[in-house]
């Protein structure tokens, strides 16, 4: 673990001893956990690939090339829009009615909108079906706050190197469905050159194998997921929706429940469980500082991944790599591949020897040359084309990317010791959520607009290279504001 430190940090009184033993994980429901984390990233790492082709097809750049990273950041952040409205209401919701009904309303709003997704030929109909995912799609706020429910800070380390597992399959398959599946008449006209549906709508068939295989994962959930929090179930589900549309606190106590998982750290049965604090309690100096951390890590990895396959798709002359969607789809899963492989067999170890600050610090600095390579990149693939110099910097790129990635878990431990009390994870997370996904809206639309920006003549092409370097030197700076122990924050819950 980390070592003594003296500084403000360090409690006047020694704490005693620590146990060494750590608590088992409950596998047979943190199983169903793993699965549920992939439907975004499967979601997401479908549309990737053949979204810039997509926008081109549509017409809504008019042929311009430079804007195509414009309306891609649109699409991207229309999504984060709508979940910025309504994630605080989920999460605080899913503390009074159960974290399992949320969930499965979060499944089948992915399965909806993938299948508009790829029925849809207008750009105004690619925004609301991403718009109908980001309103109805807490679930990865929902699965943390649930890993938090299930764990405790002697296992959740342990808990999250599993996490890569199912992010890894994710972010593996879902760019080679879009990458390899899109436009299936023209690439295999052998096979499907005789389908009129797949003619008329191109992009239907990865959307709609994503679609079924959500599909699948909401019939595991529905039949083997239990409820992790204790909930009364007196008050109607339409007054709890109202009540916190409204801004009016919830006043229902918590009351054991034999049907939930019971965390052995709660206390025993016969004990008053805690309830949820109202909205003002939860803002503490804490919270912030997590929130602030959380949100400026979000605005710069949620810009880079927008950006990433706009860059590759761009011609060399413009400023980019000039690939197509199938080998967009490659680099981002083999991507996926190196980082879940690292974060499952690393991260448990690394944390437990420098510490979750001394990760996220690393993985927010590693930002600074992840940008510097975009440039060097291009520069080498206009002296001598895609050679070897150029796949070296992309391959060096997606590795810096691991350390990036090894933030997420770290955010979730640092979410968990925040909270005032267990019966308020939910929500805390809920507004740990809200700011994020308001830095998720700005960071796409933002990085797209400013490397459209740069793309355009007399304009200074390395202006988005200005505006990551500044954001991720804000994330470092944020950062710093995180205990070096989370026993601190624990300890005073």
Not at 249 to 277: A, C, H, T, W
Not at 351 to 367: C, L, M, W
Not at 378 to 389: D, K, T
Request: a neutral charge; charged letters at 15%.
């Amino acid at each position: 673990m980390i070592a003594q430190q003296n500084d403000e940090e360090t409690p006047l009184l020694q704490r005693p001893e620590q146990p060494t033993a750590k608590t088992p994980l409950p596998w047979d429901q943190f199983w169903i956990l793993l699965l549920l984390e992939m439907p975004d990233f499967l979601s997401s790492g479908t549309l990737a690939p053949f979204i810039p082709q997509l926008i081109r097809d549509i017409g809504v750049t008019h042929g311009d090339e430079s804007q195509v990273g414009h309306y891609a950041g649109i699409l991207q952040s229309s999504y984060y829009a709508a979940h910025t409205l309504t994630i605080f209401h989920w999460s605080q919701l899913s503390d009074h009615i159960g974290r399992r009904p949320v969930i499965l309303t979060a499944l089948s709003a992915i399965v909806i909108s993938m299948f508009s997704f790829g029925l849809s030929k207008t750009f105004l109909g690619l925004v609301v079906s991403r718009i109908v995912c980001g309103a109805f799609d807490p679930s990865d706020s929902m699965v943390k706050s649930m890993l938090m429910d299930i764990t405790d800070a002697t296992n959740m380390p342990k808990a999250y190197s599993y996490i890569p597992i199912p992010l890894m399959i994710g972010t593996s398959i879902g760019p080679l469905i879009g990458g390899s599946l899109s436009r299936p008449a023209d690439r295999f006209p052998d096979i499907f050159g005789r389908s009129e549906l797949l003619k008329t709508y191109p992009y239907l068939l990865p959307c709609s194998i994503s679609a079924l295989s959500v599909l699948i994962i909401w019939l595991v959930t529905y039949i083997r997921l239990k409820e992790s929090v204790s909930t009364t179930g007196e008050t109607p589900l339409w007054e709890l929706i109202k009540k916190g549309f409204l801004g009016q606190s919830y006043s229902r106590p918590r009351q054991p429940s034999s049907n939930v998982i019971v965390d052995p750290g709660e206390g025993s049965p016969g004990e008053v469980q805690p309830k949820p604090l109202p909205l003002r309690a939860l803002l503490t100096s804490r919270v912030l500082s997590v929130t602030a951390s959380y949100t400026t890590m979000g605005l710069f990895q949620t810009g880079y991944n927008s950006v990433l396959p706009v860059f590759y798709a761009t011609p060399i002359e413009l400023g980019g790599l000039s690939l197509d969607p199938p080998r967009i789809g490659a680099l981002l899963a083999a991507s996926g591949v190196i980082h879940g492989i690292f974060q499952l067999l690393f991260y448990a170890h690394l944390h437990d020897r420098f510490g979750a600050k001394a990760i996220f610090i690393t993985g927010v600095s590693s930002g600074i040359p992840i940008v510097i390579l975009f440039p060097v990149a291009n520069a080498l693939a206009r002296a001598y084309g895609i050679g070897m110099a150029v796949w070296l910097c992309v391959v060096v790129q997606l590795t810096l990317k691991t350390s990036l990635v090894l933030c997420f878990p770290c955010m979730a431990l640092f979410i968990r010791a925040a909270a005032p009390n267990r019966a308020s994870l939910g929500t805390t997370n809920g507004i740990v959520m809200v700011v994020v996904a308001v830095a998720r809206i700005i960071g796409p639309a933002s990085a797209a607009s400013v490397f459209s920006y740069s793309l355009q003549e007399g304009h200074d092409a390395w202006s988005i290279y200005y505006f990551f370097i500044a954001i991720a030197f804000l994330a470092v700076g944020t950062a710093l504001l995180l205990p070096r122990d989370l026993s601190v924050w624990e300890d005073s819950q």
